[in-house]
């Protein structure tokens, strides 16, 4: 119906321009004098008709073309005519440019233009064409050529259409009346410059009374106040598009508007019933849910989010209570162990709030609630629990079978105290190591123990009640096999050596290493040496490197294979254990020919063949001979000139000022060195220029008092010691020859089992210095006796 109204309103608009056209008239009147084509009253003013009117020699009408013409003839658009043109048909008109000969014509002897096909100005709204005329007979331009333009009239033949339909749009619920919700806008293709074909207007077609939408800007508004999401979150608007400003006879277009109304906090959370009770079992392990409760919110997504806490109860720290993001459950979970014999039963107050309050709907609150819970505890038979859940126990490698590890204890936390039988998990002891007694739960070896196959042993212990054996409580026994010497150290790899037969005396042709199933504490310590048997050989000997490693050398050159190509080399290695296991394992050394650079050509026995050397190999090992010497000479150099090292060695560095002397003492009896009086009373000399540290020139006139004395041999072990050091400790404190404070007085008597402990005169000193001895303690144990001794000002002497 649409399209043919259409057409029926394009052919009367047809006539009334034809009729237009024909009042006007077709052609203009033509001066033959002027070569310049007469303007159409319709075009555009000439700038330069100011300066210089001229008449034209072509005149045509203002040519308009009506589109969607749906006649059987051709469209008349215009009639182009010269003045040359004397009707004598001398004159040729010629059309060129957009369209012509496929959409515009020409009648090349009238001039007349006609539209041949259907035009569309919503494809193309106007067309520049040429006009031109010649002579027929010539084909020489009687007229210059001169443009014009062919425009396409608009008809209303299309209806607005929503480019960006259907539309979705939210507005929040509860939102007062006007409130903008979107926007929505129609195209038409008609020429908005012309009547009133693209003049849309808007109406709503279904969506009433809740919204209402502006007729000149499409803007959907609300039509109702407070509209609730709760009661129906969604509507579908039917917006229509119609031109022709509405009127009768316009063309429209419609779209669909999906409105959804989103969420606000305007409903507070409430709890379905005021109380709640729940019963749980006593074993319930903890961090277990004990119940799920929830307030209902008819909001959504963060309107609907809330916090629990539980306000007071029974049992402080007892439960806890969680928010389940998922579901917006409080979860109230165990956070201790339950006791039905200690208490039944637990009475919790726990309150719902809102996480996201909107300040707008405050009235509406309070957006909180509270409820009870109570929470029974019921009674179970429990298994017996262990007073560990993990025992840890050591045992040694060597220990007999019978030994006692440990012992592991269990209890029934029933009322019952039914008694309990202990019980080894064969699954963890398939090779039967250990028992168990049953009744005292004592843990002993069954079989001898191998640290090197399993040095953890992690045993499951059953606790069985006697009255009811189906409780059964579990436990672990984690046993530690401690190691002992009992494996001998071995190469590390199967050694496959070659020599070469150019080697020279002194040359590394293998560096071997060693393992040991043991683990000591305090690392591995390998010792390598030659078996005795081979120690002295004249081929080979072994260099221990002091790192676990050790390297075999060559002690000669001049190995050749055709004498003996493999030499067995048998190397002892001792381990550092206690007691020290040794093994001996043989080295196999292939002499293979080699060439310049080392590397192998080829290894085994040869035949024997008498050749020499030539003249260029014995001045290469001439040359050789050399560079060692030169080498040998420069390294016993170095040697005699190195100076001895100013720090001392780490053994001996004892962080006092010890004086050390390389000359030996005359022994025990030697009591001339120094004057220890001196010493102890440090402030009497003065004088700078007396040394201390050296034996002074004058004689000593100490006399010592003669004592009866019991001879040593006579006198039990102990006795003698302690008798012998009290007496020359007695003769370094009131020399005034002996050692200073600060060098060490040694004790040439030895013994096994001394009371005295330590032998240092350093402790018969009772000197009143200030200097402050306390950073001993920071040096390690091997200073921990000096510590003792000096870094409490306050304590005494061992013999004070």
Known sequence: MTRCCSGIRGALALLMLLFTLRGRGCCWGLKSTSGDLEKSPHSDPDPWDGLQRHKRSWVWNQFFVLEEYTGNEPLYVGKLHSDVDKGEGKVKYVLTGEGATSIFTIDENTGDIHATKRLDREAQAYYTLQAQAINRLTNIPVEPRSEFVVKVQDINDNEPKFLDGPYMAGVPEMSPLGTMVVQVAATDADDP????????????????????????????????????????????????????????????????????????????????????????????????????????????????????????????????????????????????????????????????????????????????????????????????????????????????????????????????????????????????????????????????????????????????????????????????VLDINDNAPVFAIEYDTTLCENAMPGQLIRTISAVDKDEPLSGHRFYFTLDAPVAGNLNFTLRDNKDNTASILTKRGGFRRSEQPVYRLPVLITDSGSPALSSTNTLSVRVCECDSNGETLSCGAVAYTATGLSTGALLAILGCIITLLVMVLLIVTMRRRRKQPLILDEERDIRENIVRYDDEGGGEEDTEAFDMVTLRNLNIVRDPSVRRDVTPDTPTFFHYTSVSRPPYKSLPENVVFREFIWERLKDADVDPTAPPYDSLQTYAFEGSGSVAESLSSLESLSTDSDQNYDYLSNWGPRFKKLADLYGNSDSSGVFS
């Open 193 to 480: 410059t012309y009547g009133n074909s693209a003049r849309v207007v808007y109406s709503i077609v279904h969506g009433q009374p809740y919204f209402s939408v502006e007729p000149k800007t499409g803007v959907i508004r609300t039509a109702l106040p407070n509209m609730d999401r709760e009661t129906r979150d969604q509507y579908v608007l039917v917006i229509q598009a119609k031109d022709m400003v509405g009127q009768m006879g316009g063309l429209s277009g419609t779209t669909s508007v999906t409105v959804t109304l989103t969420d606000v906090n305007d409903n507070p959370p409430r709890f379905s019933h005021k109380s709640y009770q729940y019963t749980v079992l006593e074993v319930l392990p903890v961090k277990s849910v004990v119940a799920r409760i929830k307030a209902a919110d008819a909001d959504i997504g963060s309107n609907a989010e809330m916090d629990y806490r539980i306000m007071d109860g029974d049992g402080p720290g007892m439960f806890n209570i969680t928010t389940d993001e998922e579901t917006q459950e409080g979860v109230i979970t165990l956070q201790k162990p339950l006791d039905f014999e200690t208490r039944n039963s637990f009475s919790l107050r726990v309150e719902a709030t809102n996480r996201n309050i909107d300040s707008n709907f405050l009235s509406l609150g309070p957006f909180s609630d509270i409820t009870s819970v109570r929470v029974t505890v019921e009674d179970v038979n429990e298994p017996p629990i262990f007073s560990s859940p993990l025992n840890k126990m050591v045992v040694s490698e060597d220990a007999k079978v019978g030994t006692s590890i440990g012992r592991v204890s269990a209890h029934d936390p029933d009322t019952s105290s039914s008694a309990i039988r202990y019980s080894i998990d064969r699954n963890t002891d398939l090779d039967r190591f250990f028992n168990v007694d049953a009744l005292s739960g004592v843990i002993s070896t069954a079989k001898p123990l191998d640290r090197e196959v399993n040095s953890v042993h992690n045993l499951t212990i059953w606790a069985t009640e006697s009255q009811d054996p189906a409780q059964i409580g579990k436990g672990i026994a984690l046993i530690t």
